[in-house]
């Protein structure tokens, strides 16, 4: 028998906001007040993510972001800093006793992956899981999809799925980037670099490492097709069924609290 989890699709919201119910979400979850949760969501302004464990100084540039109206938020999740604006972005959070996960971080993250590989398939797009060749890091590089992760998608070698993974209060959250289009000149201008020649560099061959959806089909893909074909690869993927979930205003409360005191404070985004 397939198990029911909740399905939240809550559109386009801020930074702050968007990571603030992924927390309330993993709370709720691991106080049983709901099951598993898939939600979808957008970027409105759109936002740069750094890792739980990034350093902010020396590594973005605060004021660039700034002139482009992109807001910082620090996630819950661990890996490299991610521009968040032309995507769909996914959020798993289910229990580490969830008979359907595995233990380990690696193969809990195949199972949940395996919804992003099905979506894949419903676009017609041919993906792969990434199986890196070593577990050593090979770049200095801020920017997440300059390199991809155990199972995380790739199309014809290139990076096409920005995942991370966190394990809280009983709880593993993965969230990840599915970007429909990339503008590499803003993307690059938010970090930086020794030098503008270098800047230039990584910008140029940024192109033989990551792809976006749009860049492998002919056909246009809007935020709403990628909805669509992604809810079905998880449904398929994961063996569940979806079932539609609205916010009750206890549970937004809660949200708009954290987005507030926590994921809009310069002290948690700044803290590293």
Known sequence: MKETWYFIDSGHCTPAYNMALDEVLLNWHSQNKIPPVLRFYGWKPAGLSVGYFQKVNGKIDID???????????????????????????????????KNMPSSVKDSCHAISMGVLEGFKELNIEATFSIPKSTLKTTNSSVCFEEPSWYELIIDGKKAVGSAQTRKKGVILQHGSIPLKVDKVKLFDLFLYSSDRLKTRARQTFGDKAVTLNDVTDQMISFDDAKIAFKKGFER?????????????????????????????NEWNYSR
């Open 237 to 265: 993927g994961l063996g569940i069924i979806l079932e539609p979930f609205q916010l009750s205003e206890e549970l937004i409360n809660e949200v708009n609290d954290i987005a507030v005191n926590k994921y809009s404070n």
């Open 64 to 98: 660039q972001a700034a002139d482009y109206g992109i807001e910082l938020v620090r996630r819950l999740t661990g890996g490299r800093a991610v521009l968040h604006d032309q995507e769909l972005t996914y959020s798993v959070l289910v229990s580490e006793q969830n």
